[in-house]
């Protein structure tokens, strides 16, 4: 028990205890050997490696080797005990063995500082490249990179993809449409320009021009030789694209089309020229743009009428030569007689070209002149037979095509690199001319009309901002067909696109001579929306409530715009269900005036026309009624009063018991 004790008590004792144990009782000294064991396994405990901690250094082993362990025990004892001579000399050999570790330790510890100094170097260096210039890959910014001299200009972050590379999403989206793009062919079309359409509305209408312009152009130019398919295809993929998403996706795209033919053409990269030559010529023939730009652009050519100007003049001649001739046969005239002038100047000046040169150039100009003798004399090429490309067409047409074409750009407007805002839309005023009064001049004038136009709605009770604009826009039309591009791109909200159709009525009603303008502008409203159709029904019916208080003159208006309506197909004569014709009490001496100068004007159309509207109702059995009250109307107070309205009132009455619905 007592030696169980003993083992006990000596368990619980640390080695700094049994070291001084040791100390105070030299009779009980261990050996050399058992004091390096114990060190070694202090050492062990204590995290110690050759001679040092192995997290941190206090120092204290600095301390110790700079101690002689030989003038500590020689220091007033000049006999030493054996076992501690034998301490010292082993103690020796292992500050000899250690200080040759240490040597080999610095050097290890230098080569890996300097690892470590560089590696921070260039994790420091890729960290001031990537807020400068945004997403670079960790294969740029190596960990090799130069040291950084600590200079970080900061960059916010809208500029950043202009200073850098092109953003990761916006390269995903542009390998997307490279890869549809590829995939582009006749029988796809459309439906790659559905999917490249709705990627465009997933980004900004800026980022997605850029990105499906660039890579429409990169397909077109940077190929090898393109065909006429290979262009109409992409032509048509344009054209589906404005019909999809806007008009202002075609306006950035053609421009750029023509700045990138100027630099080819200062390149002198003749088969670019041609690439991009063919898809203009497609573009004009799909709608997109009009012939004016291709002439504009034809005229500039001839002015040079260099080689390239030849080849182009020929490729555009070839491709659309004659769509650009019924088109605008003046300006085809005009086209030819500024060529033939050209040449003749260009053939006094032959003797300053090469012989080589100059008999591959007269080929070139033999065959561009055959073909303006073809086209002066309407000879059709094979390559303009207008059956070519019919499924586009048919498809182009479903999307209304015609609705987004671009009219009156200019050749150097689309060049002009100060063009500012929707330039498509906004005109060429100030780049048509160089003088400062002319242009001052157009200003006032067109101030003055707006001001004129103003106060003339005021008086009409245009009383709201929305109705205002409708009638100036109505007013000051150049055609139809500008007015309704006009009111189209006014993009009203809400249920202020009902406005349009209410002040058009309004606006014909208040004309002192009738005016077919507006039944044109009204069918063209209605065949581009069905809700300006029904919007025009309610309005005839609020008006034919107040026939009974209504002036003559706009009663007249009236009569003469529905029958228009009517008899463009643009509405039914169902619109008349809502008026009894065949109840006595109801018909007014002004109602009758009114619906007898309505089917009187009806009754001027030909017979096709006559017999088409009235078939239209014909079939239908919930309108017997109003078929019964048109035949009772027409009986009573039109072929009675009226004998030369006699035989169009009998193809009327055939064409209401029409009942198999046949048309003529």
Not at 44 to 72: A, E, P, Q, R, T
Not at 130 to 135: A, I, K
Not at 174 to 191: A, P, Q, W, Y
Not at 214 to 221: A, G
Request: glycine fraction near 6%.
């Amino acid at each position: 028990m007592e030696k169980k004790r003993v083992n006990l008590k000596r368990k619980k004792k640390t080695k700094f205890e049994e070291y001084l144990e040791w100390d105070m009782n030299r009779s009980g000294v261990v050996s050399g050997e058992v004091d390096l064991e114990l060190e070694r396994k202090l050492a062990k405990k204590l995290n110690v490696k050759k001679g040092k901690l192995g997290d941190l250094d206090d120092g204290l082993n600095l301390l110790f080797d700079d101690m002689d362990f030989d003038d500590i025990i020689n220091d007033g004892n000049s006999e030493a005990p054996m076992e501690i001579t034998e301490f010292c000399s082993l103690k020796r050999k292992v500050k000899k063995k250690k200080v040759l570790d240490e040597a080999e330790k610095e050097e290890l510890e230098d080569e890996t500082e300097k690892k470590h100094k560089k590696r921070k170097q260039g994790m420091l260096e890729k960290k001031g490249e990537d807020e400068v210039m945004g997403n670079l890959s960790k294969e740029e910014a190596g960990v090799g990179a130069p040291p950084s001299d600590g200079n970080v200009t900061y960059v916010a972050p809208h500029l950043r993809p202009s200073v850098g590379k092109e953003s990761e999403e916006h390269s995903q989206i542009r390998r997307r449409v490279r890869g549809l793009l590829n995939k582009l062919s006749e029988s796809n079309v459309e439906s790659i320009t559905e999917e490249i359409s709705t990627i465009f509305r997933s980004v900004g209408r800026s980022i997605g021009c850029q990105i499906i312009g660039e890579e429409v152009l990169t397909s077109c130019s940077g190929g090898p030789r393109g065909n006429e398919q290979y262009a109409a295809v992409f032509a048509a993929f344009i054209a589906g694209m404005v019909c999809l998403v806007g008009i202002d996706f075609s306006a950035k795209l053609i421009a750029s089309l023509a700045k990138s033919f100027e630099d080819e053409y200062l390149k002198e990269d003749g088969l670019s020229l041609r690439n991009l030559t063919l898809l203009l010529s497609y573009l004009c023939i799909f709608g997109v743009c009009s012939s004016d730009l291709i002439y504009d652009f034809l005229f500039g050519l001839s002015k040079r009428l260099t080689e390239l100007d030849v080849s182009t003049i020929l490729t555009l001649l070839q491709c659309c030569g004659m769509k650009l001739r019924s088109d605008d046969p003046a300006a085809m005239k005009d086209f030819i007689i500024n060529v033939q002038n050209r040449v003749n100047e260009s053939k006094s000046l032959s003797g300053h070209i090469q012989d080589g040169q100059q008999k591959k150039y007269n080929k070139r100009m033999e065959f561009m002149l055959e073909t303006i003798c073809d086209i002066k004399n309407n000879k059709k090429r094979l390559k303009e037979d207008p059956a070519h490309h019919t499924r586009l067409k048919k498809w182009l047409q479903k999307l209304r095509v015609g609705d987004v074409l671009l009219r009156g750009l200019k050749w150097s407007k689309l060049l002009d690199p100060h063009k500012k805002g929707q330039w498509w839309i906004s005109g060429d005023i100030t780049s048509t001319t160089d003088n400062a009064e002319e242009v001052a001049t157009t200003i006032d004038k067109e101030v003055l009309e707006a001001q004129k136009l103003l106060k003339l709605a005021a008086t009409q009770r245009m009383n709201t901002d929305t109705r205002r604009a409708i009638f100036c826009i109505i007013m000051s039309g150049e055609d139809y067909i500008d007015a309704f591009e006009k009111i189209t791109r006014l993009d009203l909200p809400g249920k202020q696109d009902r406005e349009i159709m209410r002040v058009l009525v309004e606006c014909c009603l208040q004309e002192k001579v009738f005016n077919k303008y507006y039944t044109v502008l009204a069918s063209r409203l209605c065949s581009h929306d069905k809700n300006h159709k029904f919007t025009l029904q309610y309005c005839l019916w609020d008006h034919f409530k107040e026939l009974g208080s209504m002036e003559l003159i706009r009663s007249m208006n009236l009569a003469r715009f529905t029958a228009e309506m009517l008899a463009s197909f643009s509405l039914s004569p169902a619109i008349l269900k809502t008026v009894d014709l065949s109840d006595p009490k109801l018909l007014t001496p002004k109602r009758i005036m009114h619906f007898r100068m309505l089917f009187e004007a009806i009754f001027e159309k030909t017979n096709m026309i006559i017999w088409n509207v009235f078939t239209r109702i014909a079939i239908a059995p919930e309108l017997e009624l109003l078929r019964d009250s048109l035949k009772f109307f027409m009986t009573q107070y039109v072929a009675s009063a009226n004998k030369s309205s006699v035989r169009k009132f009998e193809i009327a009455k055939k064409a209401l018991g029409n009942v198999a619905g046949i048309l003529m």
